[in-house]
């Protein structure tokens, strides 16, 4: 098919931003989404003449977590442990209150401790739902599982995030 690349450009790639911060929360390593957003590009340009659903996104997120999925797979057959990231701080807040900014910095560090915290099926539909805005139907198709799964899945997964942010949530004197 003579269209099919520029079709490839049209239809996926506007979702490359939002496959490497899926990729970026399952492999909790900058250096890792950008490979693994790289073979999941790759893949899905190999196989989009197959390619025959309505929306994209969903399948693209599938293949980034397939390459996830395979890669963790193959480190640990190797026994390969990740070394953790040396910047992983979030972006700097600009305002006028240095103890706010402060404040607010240290909270979306911990938000994303907690996020990252998460055993991976509930982090994935977390990241899906709340940062990509991607419908329930959309997710069941990027995880492979019903409907069902993916609410059940999604109230345990804000559960858990709840639960970690109130017990490790400063202790005010009353």
Avoid: K
């Avoid at 079709?7 to 989404?33: C, G, I, K, Q, V």
């Avoid at 099926?121 to 492979?144: C, G, K, N, P």
């Avoid at 899945?153 to 942010?165: H, K």
């Amino acid at each position: 098919m003579d269209d099919s690349p520029r079709s490839f450009e049209a239809l996926a790639l506007p979702h490359m931003d939002a496959a490497y911060n899926f990729a970026r929360w399952l492999t909790r390593s900058p250096a890792d989404a950008d490979d693994i957003v790289q073979e999941a590009m790759l893949r899905a340009f190999r196989g989009f003449d197959g390619f025959r659903g309505e929306d994209v996104r969903p399948w693209l997120m599938a293949i980034v977590r397939n390459c996830w999925r395979s890669r963790a797979a193959a480190d640990q057959r190797r026994g390969h442990v990740p070394l953790p990231e040396e910047d992983d701080r979030p972006p700097a807040f600009d305002g006028p209150d240095p103890e706010a900014v402060a404040v607010r910095a240290s909270e979306s560090r911990r938000l994303e401790a907690a996020i990252a915290a998460l055993p991976g099926a509930f982090r994935e539909v977390l990241i899906l739902r709340e940062m990509e805005d991607m419908s329930y139907q959309q997710i069941a198709e990027t995880v492979h599982a019903p409907i069902g799964t993916v609410m059940s899945r999604l109230a345990r997964a804000r559960a858990l995030l709840r639960d970690q942010w109130l017990a490790e949530a400063p202790h005010v004197v009353r």
